[in-house]
C-alpha cells in the first residue's frame, strides 16, 4: 500500500521543483527494495561457502535430524537443529536459514500455527512439512500454510537433498 501512494507522490511533484527529480529518484529505489528479494537470496552464490544454503530441521526427534544431517553434509549445507517451535523461530531471527523442515509429529504446536509463526518472521524461507503419510488434504493445507513442499518422514538421504535442491533453487532462481 505505502509503495502506491509513493508512486502517486512521485508523478504529482511539480516540474521545476528544486530537488524534485532526485526526491524522485530516492522514491524509485526505495520501491525497488521493497519489492525485490532479501540481499542473501539475490546475491547467493551456491558454491560461496560463507553463504551456502542452510537447512533448520525442526524436530525433538534424534534419528530424524541425523537423517537431514545425513542429506546435507556432503553437499556441506549448513544445517541447524531446534527440538521446538521457540528456538526455531530464534534461529530464524538471528540468521537467515532459507530452508525450514518441520516434524509434524512435534508435540509443543500444531503444524499449521507453526508454519504460520515462521512465515510471520523476516527472511524468505521455504518451509517443508515432514510427515507420516502425505495426501491431498494434507498438501492443500500445507499450501494454504504457506508451505512449500512434503516430504515423508521416513524418506531417505536421496530424497532430502532432492527435494532441498529444489527448495534452495526456488529461492535463488528468478522468477
Not at 124 to 153: C, F, N, Q, T
Request: a positive charge.
Amino acid at each position: 500500500m505505502s509503495a502506491i501512494v509513493k508512486i502517486s507522490r512521485i508523478s504529482s511533484i511539480p516540474s521545476g521543483q528544486p530537488g524534485a527529480y532526485s526526491n524522485c529518484q530516492n522514491m524509485l529505489g526505495q520501491i525497488k527494495r521493497l519489492l525485490s528479494p532479501p540481499n542473501y537470496v539475490a546475491n547467493t552464490k551456491i558454491t560461496e561457502i560463507s553463504q551456502r544454503p542452510g537447512v533448520l530441521a525442526v524436530t525433538a526427534d534424534v534419528r530424524f535430524y541425523a537423517g537431514v544431517l545425513n542429506a546435507t553434509s556432503k553437499a556441506k549445507w549448513r544445517t541447524e537443529w531446534a527440538r521446538t517451535l521457540g528456538r526455531a523461530i530464534e534461529i530464524c531471527r538471528l540468521e537467515p536459514t532459507p530452508i525450514v523442515i518441520y516434524d509434524s509429529n512435534l508435540p509443543d504446536i500444531e503444524w499449521g500455527s507453526a508454519f504460520d509463526l515462521m512465515n510471520a518472521v523476516p527472511n524468505h524461507r521455504r518451509i517443508l512439512l515432514a510427515a507420516p503419510s502425505i495426501d491431498e488434504d494434507l498438501w492443500r493445507k500445507v499450501l494454504l500454510h504457506r508451505g512449500y513442499d512434503i516430504v515423508k518422514r521416513s524418506a531417505g538421504s536421496e530424497e532430502l537433498k532432492r527435494v532441498f535442491r529444489f527448495a534452495w533453487l526456488s529461492l535463488v532462481t528468478p522468477a
